[in-house]
Each structure stands twice: as C-alpha cells, then as structure tokens.
C-alpha cells in the first residue's frame, strides 16, 4: 500500500469514527449524549467559564387559571432551553402550579407550547413546587438554600457554593413594586431585595442573573439593587408600563386556531428564541440584552415595552452559557431585526395583548367559539360584564380616595407620580399597610387592580397616615365591597 493510500484509508478510518459520534441515536438518552459532544467541542476554547462552580437555576411561573397558559408555557421553554444546555434536573428547580397541560380547556392534553408552530415544552419538567406549594415562602426558602424552611414539593434548594453560578427567571403579573404567587402572601420587592442580600451576605455565589416577565417589573430594583453584589437583573419593562401576552388569538402571529389564549410573553419570547438560536458560547449577554430591547420594544409601537437593566454591569460581559449552558444553535427559527432599509414608520408590526388584558381576550375568544350554545355564552358574557364592572369600581374607589385625601384639583398628579430615580415608596410597610387598609373597605384588587399600586405607594410617601386612609376608603366606597 502506496504513502497516499495509507494516508486515504486513516481519512476514511477518521470520518467513520465522526459518523459514529454524531450518527443519531434511537432516542433520548442518545441526542443528550450528541449534545455533550458538541459542548466539548466548543468547551475547549480557552475559557474557564465557571472555574470549577456549578450552574444552577430557578424558574418561576406566579400564575394559576388557563388563561395564564402562557406563564407555564414560558417556563416550561426556559426548563428546555437550559437543560439542552447542560444543566442537570438536580441542579434546575421548578415552580408551576401545574394546571395547564391536563386543564380540560386544553387542545392538547398533556401538551404545552410556546410558539404557534412550537413543540412540546412540557414533557420532562421536574415540577418541584407545585400548586399551593407555588408560593413566597417557599420561593425564599429555596433561594436562600434554606431546605428546612420548605414546606411540600421536591425539597430542592439553591444548595451552592461560593464558585457557582445561579441564573432566576420568573414570568407572571406585576404591578409597582410587586410581583404576583398564585398562593400564599404577595412578594414585594423589598422583600426580594432583602433575600438576595443575605444570599450575598452568606457568600454562596459567584455571580446571579435574573430576568422577570412581569408589568413595571423595573421597579422590583430601581433604586434597589446595589451593584456590588454581584447580581444582574432584566426586566420586561420599566417602572412604570405593562409588559405584554404573544402569540395571541387575533393577533399576528397567531396561535393555532383553537387555542383561546396567548402562548407566551413578549418580553420571555424573546430572550428564549434568541438563546435557541444564537450560539451562546459566544453571545454575551449584553447582546441579548440589545436583541431583545430591540424586539420587545416592537419598534416603538404601542404594542411594545422598555427592557431595563439593573445591578452589576459587569456581569454584562459574561457569555449566556456561564449561565444557560451551550448547545448547537438553531438558526432555522431566528427572529431576525428588519434591515435598515425597511421604513418601520409603515411596516405592519406584530401585535400583543397587556398583560392585564389578557384575561378578556381569553374570554372573549370562549364566547364567540361557543356557537349556538346560548346558555354558556349568556354566562360568558355576564362574567365579561361582571370584571368590566369590577375594573370600573376598583378604578373609581381609588380616583375617589384620592379626591378625599388630596382634594380633587391635585388628586390625580399626586396618585400618578412617577419617580425617576429611586425606589417606588419609602415605607414598604406603609405601602403593604394601604393596601390592606383599601381591600378592606373596597374588595380585592386582582391583577387587574393592582395597577394602582402606585398609587397607594404616593399616598404612603405624602405621609398620609392609616387612620385617614380608613376614613377615606371608608368614604369612597360607602361599604360596598366588590367580590
């Protein structure tokens, strides 16, 4: 055998032995092991991403009700994205309540998905805290790595150490200075700051990164979150603006046609199908940062919401797979920005659905897919009536309030003042305070109510004090709670 023979024949005996490595296997196990081999691959670039520390992960769906579909759905996907990543079940920890994917609403039992023409993002998801389990308590607990302060679920905790990586993702309703658990006590942003400071006090991490889908989810940090501890955060929006439903009915994109709710979140979507897509060994995250301000905005549209960043910029730097792991990208399915030649003043943009209004789209797509059935479309259509009129007491309680306190000249200013810098209130106990002290005398604000959260923090930071603000809700809603 000739030098060049030889030489053909250890190409041919090479490639066979590549063949092997990435012939697709039956199942399951089989594209894990692909995708381990990709990692290595591209592992060995020099970079020593988490110098021996582990990645972990917490994700946080706060909703309940088959028309938060989406909350789930947004969870589920980043469970996926992750754990295509690398990451291991034992080292992700899973909030959901777990009552969309066998919800009798459902078109597709047992199916979950994130995008009109998406697969199954449900299948495998470690469900460690489910249902009530779902709530503040046991959120902190498992931040802080607290197993014994955990009540029900899988147990799971953030049980780190000073090399390793966290990355928190939650996804549900907001309001100013607060985000939503379907069980239990609300999560102010206060308290959220005052567990990441004992997190960093404790010396249990090396960096956190945390993005929340949420409305005015900006002001959980603003004029919070110091930028020494080591900690990035991404919001949906600012401190003062709703973040917005995708892939909803009527809109476009559309969901499948017999699906009466939104996939997914605009602000959630984004990030995700940027990370399905791009290579995250060389993304970092100030890219996806750029990207999905850049989408989430929609071009300016009103349709749109403003990304916002807060904590430690450095972290900025980092590539995603420091904390989202790394696997082969999948570009087939890329958004991709339009070219600076398209005039965006006149291209038709997608459209989305407020977050708060999501609800009355979900019902209003029931009620015209009910047909001739009169009977359930007369309940439908009374229940529309019954949040349309709630929306309208909860509204007009708070302008009165505001009329009795301020006087009718100043009222409105006062109630919608926004601060520019610093945090929402001053007293976060006062704000929990007005809060309370409204839904007693007018009934529960709901998602849709907790808008006013504002609001009650102004009243709180003009020295308003509990006392007249009894009197004041006592006066504006004359003892007629809404249920």
């Known amino acids: 055998m000739g030098v060049s023979s030889s030489i053909t024949l250890k190409v041919i005996l090479v490639l066979a032995v590549l063949v092997v490595a990435v012939q697709p296997p039956p199942c399951g196990a089989a594209t894990d092991r692909l995708s381990t081999i990709l990692r290595s691959a591209v592992?060995?670039?020099?970079?020593?991403?988490?110098?021996?520390?582990?990645k972990w992960a917490v994700l946080v769906?706060?909703?309940?009700?088959?028309?938060?579909?989406?909350?789930?759905?947004?969870?589920?996907?980043a469970y996926q994205l992750l754990k295509k990543g690398g990451l291991k079940d034992e080292n992700i920890i899973v909030f959901m309540y777990d009552d969309i994917a066998n919800n009798e609403e459902n078109p597709r039992k047992g199916v979950i998905i994130n995008s009109p023409n998406g697969s199954d993002v449900y299948a495998g998801v470690p469900k460690d805290y489910t249902g009530e389990e779902v709530?503040?308590?046991?959120?902190?607990?498992?931040?802080?790595?607290?197993?014994?302060?955990?009540?029900?679920?899988?147990?799971?905790?953030?049980?780190?150490?000073?090399?390793?990586?966290?990355?928190?993702?939650?996804?549900?309703?907001?309001?100013?200075?607060?985000?939503?658990?379907?069980?239990?006590?609300?999560?102010?942003?206060?308290?959220?700051i005052a567990v990441l400071k004992k997190k960093h006090e404790a010396g249990t991490y090396k960096k956190m990164v945390i993005y929340i889908e949420a409305c005015e989810s900006g002001s959980m940090f603003e004029g919070l979150l110091p930028d020494d501890w080591n900690i990035y955060a991404m919001t949906a929006a600012n401190t003062e603006e709703s973040s917005w439903g995708w892939y909803c009915?009527?809109?476009?994109?559309?969901?499948?046609?017999?699906?009466?709710?939104?996939?997914?979140?605009?602000f959630s979507i984004a990030w995700m199908e940027d990370s399905d897509c791009h290579n995250r060994k060389k993304e970092r995250i100030e890219e996806q940062f750029e990207r999905v301000k850049y989408r989430t905005f929609n071009n300016g549209t009103e349709m749109g919401s403003h990304v916002k960043e807060y904590g430690n910029m450095d972290i900025r730097k980092d590539k995603l797979s420091k904390y989202q792991g790394y696997v082969a990208a999948d570009s087939k399915h890329c958004w991709v920005p339009p070219t600076n030649n398209v005039n965006v003043a006149t291209m038709p943009m997608p459209g989305g659905v407020h977050q708060r209004d999501a609800e009355l789209?979900?019902?209003?797509?029931?009620?015209?897919r009910l047909g001739d059935k009169s009977e359930m479309k007369e309940k439908v259509l009374k229940e529309i009536g019954e949040k349309m009129q709630l929306r309208a007491h909860i509204d007009g309680s708070v302008a009165a309030i505001g009329d009795y306190l301020f006087g009718t000249q100043k009222a409105h200013s006062i109630l919608k003042s926004v601060r520019k810098t610093g945090p929402l209130v001053d007293d976060w106990e006062c704000l929990r305070s007005m809060v309370k002290i409204f839904e007693e005398h007018c009934g529960a604000l709901g998602e849709y109510g907790?808008?006013?959260?504002?609001?009650?923090?102004?009243?709180?930071?003009?020295?308003?004090?509990?006392?007249?603000?009894?009197?004041?809700?006592?006066?504006?809603?004359?003892?007629?709670?809404?249920q």
């Not at 592992?43 to 582990?54: H, L």
């Not at 769906?61 to 996907?77: F, I, L, M, P």
């Not at 009915?249 to 605009?266: I, K, M, N, S, V």
């Not at 003009?462 to 809700?473: E, F, P, Q, V």
Request: charged share 20%; glycine share 10%; hydrophobic share 35%.
């Open 61 to 77: 769906a706060g909703s309940n009700e088959y028309w938060n579909y989406r909350h789930q759905s947004d969870v589920c996907h």
């Open 43 to 54: 592992d060995k670039d020099g970079e020593d991403e988490n110098s021996g520390g582990t």
């Open 249 to 266: 009915p009527g809109e476009e994109p559309a969901p499948p046609p017999e699906y009466t709710t939104c996939l997914g979140d605009l």
């Open 361 to 368: 789209l979900y019902l209003w797509e029931k009620y015209k």
């Open 135 to 192: 709530n503040t308590d046991n959120f902190f607990a498992v931040l802080l790595g607290n197993k014994s302060a955990v009540v029900g679920g899988s147990g799971k905790v953030l049980n780190t150490k000073n090399k390793d990586v966290i990355f928190i993702y939650y996804a549900d309703h907001g309001a100013p200075g607060y985000v939503a658990m379907p069980s239990g006590s609300d999560l102010y942003a206060d308290q959220l």
């Open 450 to 482: 907790r808008k006013h959260m504002r609001a009650f923090a102004n009243i709180c930071n003009n020295a308003i004090s509990l006392a007249a603000m009894g009197k004041a809700s006592m006066a504006a809603c004359d003892g007629h709670s809404a």
